[in-house]
């Protein structure tokens, strides 16, 4: 089983920054794609970044790209999300999540098996 535990949420205004954290504990992380997604008020949950195993690929979608940086450090079993130039939009509880080494799907929510418990983010305009 994998445990991942996210941090680093909160209430900030437009245009400032925040960086989520994720603690993965369980299994052996780098076997890993890691992913985070959001859901806001309303909304379907969605893909927001996602690293590959190796950290070698990354995809973002569209809204953040360019604002967001997803990173990873395998030596700590930890996963980023440093957000910056933040916007009301992005308002939502993001979670942090993990699935298998195909890249082909990571950007279905359906294909992640395993979650946190999520982290609120609010931008106030």
């Known amino acids: 089983q994998v445990q991942l535990v996210e941090s680093g949420g909160g209430l900030v205004q437009a245009g400032g920054s925040l960086r989520l954290s994720c603690a993965v504990s369980g299994r052996t992380f780098s076997n890993y794609t890691m992913g985070w997604l959001r859901q806001a008020p309303g909304k379907e949950r969605e893909i927001v970044a996602a690293?590959?195993?190796?950290?070698?690929?990354?995809f973002y979608r569209d809204s953040v790209k360019g604002r967001f940086t997803i990173s990873r450090d395998n030596a700590k079993n930890t996963v980023y999300l440093q957000m910056n130039s933040l916007k009301p939009e992005d308002t939502a509880v993001y979670y942090c999540?993990?699935?298998?080494?195909?890249?082909?799907?990571?950007?279905?929510?359906?294909?992640?098996?395993?979650w946190g418990q999520g982290t609120q983010v609010t931008v106030s305009s």
């Open positions: 690293r590959s195993r190796s950290g070698l690929y990354t």
């Open positions: 999540a993990a699935k298998g080494p195909n890249l082909k799907d990571l950007h279905y929510v359906s294909s992640y098996d395993y």
